[in-house]
């Protein structure tokens, strides 16, 4: 069974940076894509960040380009997710998601692509 285990969330202050971290288990983790995204309150769940199984492909929201940065360590199974310049829009719940299709060439933006999901983590950003 898979499992997902969002770590890293917390307080900060505007401006500030913080680093989430998912750790999975359950299939071969570097088959696979790997997402972020966050739902903050009376909002839908949006895309925050993907990277492709090999590490080699990104795609980012357009409202976190340049601020974000998304990793993966096949070694040890995690994926990660800097975050800096943070705002308070940026204030949300974070999940991590594992794509569904193995060595798949293409990086979805689609959360329907994903069909494994962590509990998620609570990051408030602080004006």
């Known amino acids: 069974q898979v499992q997902l285990v969002e770590s890293g969330g917390g307080l900060v202050q505007a401006g500030g940076s913080l680093r989430l971290s998912c750790a999975a288990s359950?299939?071969?983790?570097?088959?696979?894509?790997m997402g972020w995204f966050r739902q903050a309150p009376g909002k839908e769940r949006e895309f925050v960040a993907a990277?492709?199984?090999?590490?080699?492909?990104?795609r980012y929201a357009d409202s976190v380009k340049g601020r974000f940065t998304i990793s993966r360590d096949n070694t040890k199974n995690t994926v990660n997710l800097q975050m800096n310049s943070l705002k308070p829009e940026d204030t949300a719940v974070y999940y991590c998601?594992?794509?569904?299709?193995?060595?798949?060439?293409?990086?979805?933006?689609?959360?329907?692509?994903?069909?494994?999901w962590g509990q998620g983590t609570q990051v408030t950003v602080s004006s």
């Open positions: 990277i492709g199984w090999s590490g080699l492909r990104t």
């Open positions: 359950g299939r071969p983790f570097s088959t696979y894509a």
């Open positions: 998601a594992q794509g569904s299709s193995g060595r798949s060439a293409y990086v979805s933006t689609d959360s329907n692509d994903y069909d494994y």
